[in-house]
């Protein structure tokens, strides 16, 4: 009797669930985008992952939490002290202590299988990127490289300031020269080692190629202009001490570390694809330094048409103009500064107070 009332309940508890998710109209994944608990969005693919993984992680939490509570209530109300009888005393109950065993472990072995299978997505770097840049950590701001975008047909091409060379000295010292008699940096065709510039492994040998490039400075926020939805490689160097690669709306962030100024060889690399275009600020997120609060940068996600255009732009401008990134993001008709974050400033009264004087 007890038994049917209960299935009966049980029953009309699921109807009742089913048909408001129906009435709602609401998806799985509108679901999962309102469980978040918190936590932000994100806006790229790899994002994406992560954050599905967080939801689904604390809904399971959220269902373990509400059964053992269960029990536990269920236990104080069904044994409760009922008379001054000592109650039926029993030990070694085999099924209990095996599924209290096994259940757990399973709880704990799938969430770890599923974080495994986010990380390695996460994680996975390819061989043949839309956009592959060069992200460079210095005391106390960023520089920005773009080695190459893939071309219609699939072809990966170096973005490179023409008849220029980068020369690195052996002090990490980088100096620029003219350089047409050598054909280097003519881009198209040209091989990394012919002109000496990266090997296969990376390792950067004596005078390469003089990338796209723009870089920071005291009174302007380096900006990271890259396509959306297409997959772009950072590799991430540093010229001093560790530095950390975020953009809180990726929902990552990676350590830049020093080998040595001129190897790219055992530099962490990661890739992303951006699924909203925007502006999103950046910051070091390894403690590097007396400015490492104010090591910020803006990663802008434009459309492809923008992204190329602001790159022909900087080609155009050439390497020697020290306001080449704020001139090539006007001429490709986006903000000439950053809009996420400021320079900083040692004015005090720069900006206005956020409390009222006295309040
Ligand atoms: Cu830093």
């Not at 978040?36 to 939490?65: C, E, M, N, Y």
């Not at 104080?76 to 599924?99: G, H, I, M, W």
């Not at 840049?133 to 106390?140: G, P």
């Not at 490709?332 to 009264?349: F, V």
């Amino acid at each position: 009797m007890r038994r049917s009332r209960w299935a009966r309940g049980g029953r009309k508890a699921a109807l009742l669930g089913s048909l408001a998710l129906l009435l709602s109209g609401c998806s799985a994944s509108d679901w999962e985008r309102n469980l978040r608990f918190g936590f932000p969005t994100g806006v790229t693919k790899q994002a994406t992952r992560i954050r599905v993984l967080w939801t689904w992680s604390g809904v399971t939490a959220l269902v373990l939490g509400v059964v053992v509570w269960g029990l536990i209530f269920w236990c104080c109300l069904r044994y409760r002290k009922k008379s001054d009888d000592l109650p039926r005393q029993t030990k070694y109950n085999f099924t209990v202590e095996a599924v209290c065993f096994a259940f757990p472990f399973l709880v704990i072995a799938g969430l770890f299988y599923r974080t495994v299978i986010v990380e390695d997505y996460v994680n996975k770097v390819t061989k043949n990127p839309d956009v592959t840049v060069q992200v460079d950590a210095f005391k106390w701001n960023w520089q920005f490289e773009y080695h190459t975008v893939k071309d219609a047909s699939g072809k990966a091409q170096r973005k490179v300031y023409p008849g220029r060379t980068n020369l690195t000295d052996s002090s990490g010292t980088v100096q620029t020269r003219k350089d047409a008699a050598s054909g280097c940096g003519s881009a198209v065709g040209a091989t990394a080692d012919a002109c000496g510039g990266p090997n296969a492994d990376g390792q950067t040998s004596g005078p390469g190629p003089l990338y796209l490039s723009t870089v920071g400075s005291q009174n302007e926020i380096p900006i990271l202009v890259v396509p959306v939805g297409k997959s772009v490689q950072v590799d991430e160097h540093s010229l001093d001490v560790i530095h950390s690669f975020w953009v809180p709306d990726f929902l990552f962030k990676r350590d830049v570390i020093p080998y040595g100024t001129t190897s790219t060889a055992r530099d962490n690399k990661f890739e992303f694809t951006a699924t909203t275009t925007g502006r999103f600020v950046g910051r070091c997120a390894e403690l590097c330094g007396t400015y490492h609060s104010q090591m910020n940068f803006e990663v802008r996600v434009v459309p492809m048409s923008t992204f190329t255009a602001y790159l022909t732009a900087l080609q155009k401008i050439g390497p020697d103009d020290p306001a080449r990134q704020s001139k090539a993001l006007a001429a490709a008709k986006m903000p000439a500064y950053a809009t996420t974050t400021y320079p900083l400033t040692t004015d005090r009264n720069a900006r206005a107070a956020s409390q009222k004087q006295g309040g």
